[in-house]
Structure formats: C-alpha cells, structure tokens
C-alpha cells in the first residue's frame, strides 16, 4: 500500500468570522483505515464535507488515484468512488429498507433485482438485513446497515464515516469493525471519524489530528494510547472527571407506575416504570437506541403529560404540569436531538437561550424579552462551556455538533436546577469536552441535584453514576449501585433480564 488513493494539498476554508480548514495536507492509501481526529470545531466535518462535494473549498487542491478531483457535488463524489456514512442517517421511517436504497441510487434497478442484490451485500459483509422490512421498525444498529449497505452498492473506491458507532451496541460495534476489516482486505478506503479513542486505536491504520483548522500531527494509533491521542486534539493535558461520593439525600423525584404511549409512529411507550431519584445522586439509565429514552426524557420534562400520580416532585403531583412550569419548579432536561429539539437551528445563541432560561434566568419583564439579560447569559454559557463560537449573536446552525452540544448542556446546568434529565450528554463530542460536561454533572450533583443521565455509552454511565438502571422496550429494571457492576450484569439488564436473573448472576459469580 504505497500509491496514493485520495490526496489533499492546502486546501483551505473559510466561513464569516471562523477559518474551518487552513492549509490541510494528508493523504490516504488504498486499503488504509484512517481515523480524521479533532476537537469540536476543529475542522472535521467541513474537511469530509469538501471530499464529499457538500462544500467548496476556497484553495487547495485534491487528487483522487492520481486525477485531479473536484466534486461539485455529491453526486459526482460518488460516481467518482466516494460515499459516506452520515452521523444522522437519512431515512425515511414509513419506507422499506429497499424503497430507501433505491431513493440513493442514480439508477435504481428493478425491485426485485433491488433485492436479491441488497441480500447478496448484506450476506456477503457480515451485515443481515431483509430489505421488505420497514426502517421505522428497525434498530439503531440495523439502520445504520442500511446505510452502509447503500453506500456499498456503489463499489466505492473511498468511504467515510462520521461517527458510526455512537448508536451501536458493543455487539454491533463488533459486526461492524468485521464488515469494515473485511472492506479494507479489498482494497477500500475508509475514512473514520470518532471521538472514541479506544476504538481508534483498536481499528485504524494512520491517523490525522486536526486541530483549529490545521494538521498538527499524525501518528499510528495503534502504537499511541489514548490520553495521548487526546492530549494532542486538544493541545495540552486531559482533564479526569473527578468525583467526592456523598450519602444520598432525600427524594426528590418520585416515578410509580409510569405508563404513556410514544407521541411518535415508529416510538416505543413506557410501561410501568417505578424509581425514587435522590437529592445528591447521579442515576444513569443505559438502554440500545429505541428502547424509549425519548419518551422517558419527554415525560420528565412535560413534553408528555402523564396521568395523575405517576410523576411526583417532592410531593407534589406534576404529571400533567407543562414544561415552563416544571421549569420554575426546578425541573430542567437536554434532549437528545440537539438540532431541532434542544435548539432552533435558524436562531441565534442568544435567542436559543431565552427558548430555555426566560423563566429562571428573568429574562422577561412585562411580557417583553430583556436582550441585555439573554446576551449575557448566553455569553456566561459560551464561556462558561467553551463553545467556540464568534459570539451569542451566531445561529445556531453554524455550529458544529460538539460546541453545539456543548451550549445545550451549559444553557440548562447554569440554570441550578432542582431535577435535571439529559439524553446523550456527550453524544459527538471530543474527548476534552466530553469530560467538561461529566464534570459538570458531577459539579451539579455535588450541589444536592438530583441528576438522570440517559446514555448509550455505558463507559460515561460506569464513570460518573451512583447507580445504574437499564431501559428494554419502555420498561426500567430496578437500578442498582453502578460501583462493581459486571458487563455480564450489564448485559443481562440491557437485554431486559428480571431483577432475579441479575440476582441469580451475582450467587452464581460467587460461587465460581
């Protein structure tokens, strides 16, 4: 592997106020996995955008084996060889997983034909899926294998992938790494962006860190550890999440017999959900994608009104209270879905924390927003949680995922709530940031909060919680003490085992 798949020279990006890429030069070799490592807003996602025709790039210059290589667009990176695996798959829910496919290609063959080839692929990668099925009843991981699986019906020459086992269970993680393994015997490239580290060193070849725009460094990531890989990201020394244990307080939330159906087709409803959260605590709350974080997140915040007596804070029933007034009693929550959710995309930072903080933070007076207040306190969330941003008046979509997060999270935990639900805290952030935000947290319950950590990384969830709970099709195990917890035991309560099967573990473990 010594020849030249895809090559960049000086290619250069600049957007009003920010430089996305300067000068960035690497090259990638037929075959090769090679990790794109970088803090949030280092330049990432407009460096894969440019390969993939999505951005235009001021200066510089690419090759593609050796010819000169200038997408104007997607569709002509991908008759040229290149395809990528988005971050946020694009499907449509109602839609079998052929009726998807067929939208991706220039010229769809017969259904039938469809098919068999999508069988054949999926066979022939380590990657089973029936292609009558509808993708709203898929999961997570099967999803994303319709995504690669259409990105392969193109015999691509280079595939790029951002952030592809963020949603993954370790099992689909495994099948995933075969498939891309196996990809690379053939001779196809990938391009592989992740802020997971460990599986960085465990899959890729080379790596190149970005860092403001501008390559700092490469190196082999399976002969550089972890903290190394991260110290060079960020440019200095990582930061561990520290954490002073304290007894629990009293209760604060109180959830008997949770039941509610999801608002969405494709949701998954809760069903009898039973779990006292004490002042002082961090409870975190591990489940694959689908199994009802949304719905259990919406009906902690108010976006799902519940029926009297199954939500109660400090006493007081709340199960049909909205969510401004949940607000003013202390209840706050950071869904998972950052763009569109938890943020307008077309608003500025400013405007995106009145939507949250106006009850808390006063910044309404007669009916009129106080800007100067909203200002400020975006700008406290900006500094407060280095997002990296020119300033609060920057719309909300011109951030890149990571620093957006990185507002969303700050924008509540400055609030000093009471309660405070967050889904996926660090979904798509670097390492750096990551740990600020497990800190915060930490900080937060330090404070006497009482803190629910939804999550799919069950790495985060060991670090930071006090207990552990597990969600399966809308229903909660019993949460126990995080502290010791087998991945044996893990597995068991992920795939929805009773407390006396865990239990039936632990006296089996015990007299091994």
């Not at 600020?436 to 930490?442: C, F, H, N, P």
């Amino acid at each position: 592997m010594t020849e030249t798949l895809l090559g960049i020279e000086g290619l250069t990006k600049a957007y009003p106020g920010v430089v996305a890429n300067e000068n960035v030069s690497f090259s990638i070799k037929p075959g090769e996995v090679h990790a794109l490592l970088g803090e949030n807003g280092a330049g990432k996602s407009t460096l894969v955008k440019t390969i993939y025709g999505l951005v235009k790039p001021d200066a510089g210059r690419m090759t593609l084996m050796g010819a000169p290589f200038e997408p104007a667009e997607p569709r002509a990176a991908r008759i040229a060889g290149v395809a990528m695996v988005f971050q946020h798959f694009s499907l449509f829910d109602a839609l079998s997983v052929a009726e998807n496919i067929a939208l991706g290609m220039e010229d769809p063959p017969k259904p039938r034909d469809l098919a068999r080839r999508i069988r054949e692929v999926s066979e022939t990668y380590g990657l089973p899926l029936d292609p009558a099925r509808v993708v709203g009843d898929l999961s997570a991981g099967e999803r994303q294998r319709v995504e690669i699986i259409r990105c392969l019906l193109q015999d691509p020459r280079l595939l790029i992938m951002d952030e592809p086992t963020s949603v993954l269970t370790p099992q689909e993680v495994a099948i995933l790494f075969d498939t891309l393994r196996q990809l690379s015997a053939e001779g196809t490239a990938i391009l592989y962006i992740s802020h997971k580290l460990e599986e960085i060193r465990t899959l890729c070849d080379a790596a190149t860190i970005l860092r403001l725009g501008k390559v700092v460094g490469s190196c082999v990531p399976k002969e550089t550890s972890a903290r190394e890989m991260a110290e060079m990201m960020v440019g200095g020394s990582l930061h561990v999440p520290e954490r002073h244990p304290a007894p629990p307080g009293e209760t604060v939330l109180r959830l008997s017999g949770l039941s509610a159906p999801s608002p969405r087709a494709f949701g998954t409803a809760l069903k009898d959900i039973n779990l006292d959260v004490h002042r002082g605590e961090v409870l975190g709350v591990g489940g694959v994608a689908g199994n009802g974080q949304d719905e259990l997140l919406g009906a902690l915040s108010g976006e799902i009104l519940v029926r009297p007596g199954m939500i109660e804070m400090e006493g007081r029933d709340i199960g049909r209270v909205r969510p401004n007034a949940r607000r003013r009693l202390g209840v706050l929550a950071a869904p998972e879905e950052r763009m569109g959710h938890a943020a307008a995309p077309d608003m500025s930072l400013t405007e995106n924390a009145v939507l949250s903080a106006a009850v808390r933070k006063a910044m309404l007076a007669r009916g009129f927003v106080r800007w100067g207040q909203a200002r400020t306190y975006a700008k406290e969330v900006i500094a407060g949680f280095d997002v990296r941003t020119p300033g609060p008046e920057n719309a909300a979509r011109s951030l890149s995922g990571g620093n957006l997060q990185k507002f969303v999270i700050g924008r509540e935990i400055l609030q000093d709530p009471e309660v405070f639900v967050v889904n996926q805290p660090t979904w798509g952030v670097d390492a750096s940031a990551a740990a600020a935000i497990r800190q915060a947290i930490l900080d937060l319950a330090s404070k006497d909060a009482a803190v629910i950590v939804i999550s799919q990384d069950l790495d985060e969830l060991m670090e930071i919680s006090d207990r552990f709970a597990a969600l399966n099709e809308g229903r909660l195990s019993a949460p126990r003490p995080a502290a010791g917890l087998t991945v044996d035991e893990i597995g068991l309560m992920l795939g929805g085992a009773h407390d006396m099967d865990v239990a039936h573990l632990d006296h089996a473990e015990a007299g091994a």
